[in-house]
């Protein structure tokens, strides 16, 4: 892109150079908020945000089913590895085939439901009451000449 500059004196020349200085730095600052915001989107936390929602999973495992094919193969060993660890053979069998039914009959919202109720425990009602040092009751009444 050509430019033509009007210069006719020193001061001129001046003003141009400062003018091209500050216009340089504005558009610098322009490029690194852009490539921060770009890079920004594809950090794993951001993919995890964006892809890893209860909703884009529930889309996903209406087509194929993601959820349950994997509990009918991770629950059984996980049990068997965890809670059944010292049992015998016919006991983890049993195990596995009724973890493994457990597993297909679990979708989607069955899991993110468990997941909901699960982190409700630990996080709470989110909700805290926060009480206005006006309305404490010391069990003086108003009119009291101790008020």
């Keep these: 892109m050509s430019r033509k ?44 945000k964006r892809f890893a929602t209860p909703s884009a999973f529930l889309k996903a495992d209406d087509k194929y ?16 590895r965890t809670l059944f660890k010292g049992s015998g053979i016919l006991t983890k069998t049993l195990v596995g085939l009724a973890s493994g039914k457990v597993g297909k009959s679990l979708d989607a919202e069955h899991i993110s439901g468990i997941f909901n109720a699960v982190k409700s425990i ?14 404490i009751d010391y069990g003086i009444p108003p009119d009291s000449e101790t008020y």
């Design 122 to 135: 630990f996080t709470g009602s989110g909700k805290k009451k926060t009480v206005d040092a006006r309305d």
């Design 5 to 48: 500059y009007n210069i006719r004196n020193l001061d001129d020349l001046h003003a141009e150079v400062s003018k091209l200085k500050a216009e340089y730095r504005l558009k610098e600052e322009v490029l690194i908020d852009d490539s921060k915001k770009y890079v920004r989107q594809f950090t794993p936390g951001n993919l995890i």
């Design 65 to 80: 089913n993601i959820s349950s094919t994997v509990l009918s193969w991770a629950l059984p060993i996980f049990m068997n």
